[in-house]
């Protein structure tokens, strides 16, 4: 079964407006991290932002925003007030933290967002 | 300087070439990682280094050889590689392994053609 899952392959937003990238995981440990990732065209995987399975608040970093329910296993991405440069692939990710040695990160496929002027 | 750097940004070669992927990372960290990005697949993980120890090797063809010679700096040697191989090369670094919270940041990435 797939640690990630990323439903969504593409979604368009109207600049100015918030979108929601969807986000679901699999994972049988207690203690985990989910990050997320964007993506642009020049291929640099930049970090946005990360939620701990023991956090009770979701994270927030600036306009983005993450819907955290730990009931359903999904870890939506929201991004708030859309702007052009914010037009990337976003990656959802996790690391079980039961793991031991390498931090190995779980990868969704990925989820393109263009928006739209 | 930026986080994580790599060099060449592009690389084309032929399957009898050998060449070598540069990463280095300005951050401090302990741990440093090869990922490929292929068309429509997830990012695999190639190898993750720790203190300049080899701590992950996941089930890479012999034909990529890491190399690690300090915390800093994190090599991908290349040769006899096959047209499948051509794909996004992603260098990464943590600040270790020790928990689910080490974020990951990554480098720009090599786009390595094999033709």
Redesign the interface.
Known sequence: AQK?TQTQPGMFVQEKEAVTLDCTYDTSDQ???L?W?KQPS??????LI?Q??YDEQNATEGRYSLNFQKARKSANLVISASQLGDSAMY?CAM???AQT??????????TRLTVIP | ETGVTQTPRHLVMGMTNKKSLKCEQHLGHNAMYWYKQSAKKPLELMFVYSLEERVENNSVPSRFSPECPNSSHLFLHLHTLQPEDSALYLCASSQGLADSTDTQYFGPGTRLTVL
């Not at chain 1, 020049?42 to 970090?47: D, H, Q, R, V, Y």
């Not at chain 1, 040695?101 to 990925?110: D, I, K, Q, S």
Request: charge should be negative.
């Open positions: 990630i203690s985990y991290g990050f990732y020049s291929g640099e995987m930049i970090f990360y701990g399975s990656f690391r079980e933290g040695g390498a931090n190995n990160l779980f990868f969704g496929t990925g």
